[in-house]
């Protein structure tokens, strides 16, 4: 259902969302009517085409009331009919946010209003936003944190030279929050004076993205940012710095399904 908040973003990447579920036609259409879904909802009822490609969820066992469902994911499907990419999750409760999937696509999803939190000192400036805007229980939801440089100022990334930082961002939480692999963007080679090879630097402005999912029904979930890194300019590195940011995130419910006939 979130993916219908974000149809205007998957059109301008020239995208057409389908999805296809082992509900009859008349559970799908309900859904859809009940919900206000204007993309292709395609119903596999017996599971015939789920098993064809392979993606059986064949951790439910048959007896279990979900068994037919597949994994979770998508398939990137090009014009010439040829798959362009494979996203797929063990766990059948997983499923990526709208903004998650657009961001995935190389998009830019509009995350007006959504939880965010800003920092800012003389060497950088830092905004921390959240993917979606609120948390739903097993749910793939990406936090950006966009690192904003003053001028004439560089991080460095890994690997750097001992005795130098590298930067990082760690992201933890007191509530019941699972925190995937942190995800740098690419570092340009950067000579520094002095040594006789290039370092992994970044410049002007980079965005690192952090996957959470919330193991949580309801409440607010905190979130603690914490951004590690040694800013340097051409001729000299300065103290490193760790910034602590501070964004609560509420919880929202799931959409529920529709019943299926007995």
Known sequence: MELQTHLAGLAEQGIVPIAISYDSQEVLAGFAEDNGIEYPLLSDEGSGVIRRYGILNTLIDPDEEHYGLPFPGSYLVGRDGRVEEKRFHREYRIREAGGTVLRSLGARPDVAGYPR?????????????????????????????????????????????????????????????????????????????????????????????????????EGVIPIGIEISYQACSDRECYIPRTERLHLDVPTGALVPGRPRPE
């Open 117 to 217: 939190v800003e920092g800012v000192d003389d060497q950088l400036s830092i905004t921390a936003t959240l993917g979606a805007p609120e948390f739903k229980f097993d749910q793939i939801i990406d936090l950006v944190v966009r690192l904003e440089l003053a001028p004439g100022l560089h991080l460095y990334g890994e690997p750097v030279q001992e005795g130098m930082y590298p930067t990082t961002v760690r992201v933890s939480s007191t509530a019941p929050l699972r925190v995937g692999d942190t995800r740098y963007p690419a570092t340009q080679p950067h000579v520094v004076e002095g040594l006789d090879a290039s370092l992994p630097a970044f410049v002007g402005e980079l965005e690192v993205v952090v996957p959470l999912i919330s193991d949580s029904r």
